[in-house]
T-cell receptor
Framework: DAKTTQPPSMDCAEGRAANLPCNHSTISGNEYVYWYRQIHSQGPQYIIHGLKNNETNEMASLIITEDRKSSTLILPHATLRDTAVYYCIDTNAGKSTFGDGTTLTVKP | ETGVTQSPTHLIKTRGQQVTLRCSSQSGHNTVSWYQQALGQGPQFIFQYYREEENGRGNFPPRFSGLQFPNYSSELNVNALELDDSALYLC?????????????FGPGTRLTVL
């Protein structure tokens, strides 16, 4: 069973920031938080990951709470091509089962 | 494009048959994980191979088996197919089975069991 919980769906206006929350209250000290997204039954695509500190790359930012029990993925300027299912997982060496993710719909 | 390829892209089998799915990892990656994704659900971890040895297994019966070859390509074999085995099967390669282990997914094989 997945160890993370996410809202099933969210909408975002094109050009605005999309903030996707994730609860991982059972995360252990050596597990990383990873975010992937999946567009229409293609293979999931890596977005970003972190352990304790906030992270930023060219795709997104990741904010992890101090107690590490939750995180937020931020897409700073969402585009229509960001419409996808977004998964967060807490993983140790890539052996995690994904939850059902959040379906993000970016609207014009 | 991740450099991970899978074959075939689609496959139709009947109940009770056996199937072999193939995955070619990204260059330099010696770890491969296989996932089953039913319609409308997230990927479920089947097992992982590291340097040709099984390195962890999810909650799947023994009729799901795998192999990893010296060139780090791999196979997923499923025996005695059941209707519920219909799903998208994904493989993902990574550098090493470390704690921080970014996985690069292939496009998947869509298996339909009739």
């Amino acid at each position: 069973d997945a160890k993370t919980t996410q809202p099933p769906s969210m909408d975002c206006a094109e050009g605005r920031a999309a903030n996707l929350p994730c609860n991982h209250s059972t995360i252990s000290g050596n597990e990383y938080v990873y975010w992937y997204r999946q567009i229409h039954s293609q293979g999931p695509q890596y977005i970003i990951h972190g352990l304790k500190n906030n992270e930023t790359n060219e795709m997104a930012s990741l904010i992890i709470t101090e107690d590490r029990k939750s995180s937020t993925l931020i897409l700073p300027h969402a585009t229509l091509r960001d419409t996808a299912v977004y998964y967060c997982i807490d993983t140790n060496a890539g052996k995690s089962t994904f939850g059902d993710g959040t379906t993000l719909t970016v609207k014009p | 494009e991740t450099g991970v390829t899978q074959s075939p892209t689609h496959l139709i089998k009947t109940r009770g048959q056996q199937v072999t799915l193939r995955c070619s990892s990204q260059s330099g990656h010696n770890t491969v994980s296989w996932y089953q994704q039913a319609l409308g659900q997230g990927p479920q971890f089947i097992f992982q191979y590291y340097r040709e040895e099984e390195n962890g297994r999810g909650n799947f019966p023994p009729r799901f088996s795998g192999l990893q070859f010296p060139n780090y390509s791999s196979e997923l074999n499923v025996n005695a197919l059941e209707l519920d085995d219909s799903a998208l099967y994904l493989c993902a390669s990574s550098l090493e089975p470390e704690r921080a282990d970014t996985q690069y997914f292939g496009p998947g094989t869509r298996l339909t069991v009739l």
